[in-house]
């Protein structure tokens, strides 16, 4: 697997200033990037960003080949992110997640052990 890497753009579509990170970045303030992100391209890794300094806060996962070109496609919110840091992931065959219906794995749980695109036509084996 390639070294991780990330650039975070100041305005939406990969517009605006850059910064390029390839490792845990406690800090955006001190690179001038502080609240400033908008859009992101993931080069490779999977990537953990904080709404706080020194991983503080609300925090959003960024995965490599997926399009962030505006904050939403994050689930995040816009100008917040002050810092972020590569995620260790290892992917194996019994990679996997448990869904629930509801809050607090209350209610219907379904395993999962390969990307589901689309719950509309999901049915559980
Ligand atoms: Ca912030």
Same mark, same amino acid.
């Given at each position: 697997?390639? #070294?991780?890497?990330?650039?975070?753009? #100041?305005?939406?579509?990969?517009?605006?200033?850059?910064? #390029?990170?390839?490792?845990?970045t406690a800090n955006l303030v001190d690179k001038g990037f502080n609240d400033k992100c908008s859009s992101i391209v993931v080069h490779s890794g999977v990537w953990e960003l904080?709404?706080?300094?020194?991983?503080?806060?609300?925090?959003?996962?960024?995965?490599?080949?997926q399009n962030y070109n505006e904050w939403t496609k994050w689930g995040?919110?816009?100008?917040?992110?002050?810092?972020?840091?590569?995620?260790?992931?290892?992917?194996t065959s019994?990679?996997?997640?448990?869904?629930?219906q509801h809050a607090h794995n209350k209610g219907r749980c379904i395993e999962?052990?390969?990307?589901?695109?689309?719950?509309?036509d999901y049915q559980s084996p």
């Open positions: 697997m390639s #070294e991780p890497r990330i650039s975070l753009y #100041e305005h939406g579509n990969t517009s605006g200033r850059a910064l #390029e990170v390839k490792s845990a904080f709404e706080h300094v020194n991983y503080g806060g609300k925090t959003w996962i960024v995965w490599e080949g995040g919110q816009n100008d917040v992110i002050s810092s972020l840091r590569p995620v260790k992931v290892k992917i019994r990679s996997g997640c448990k869904v629930y999962l052990w390969e990307p589901v695109p689309n719950f509309v």
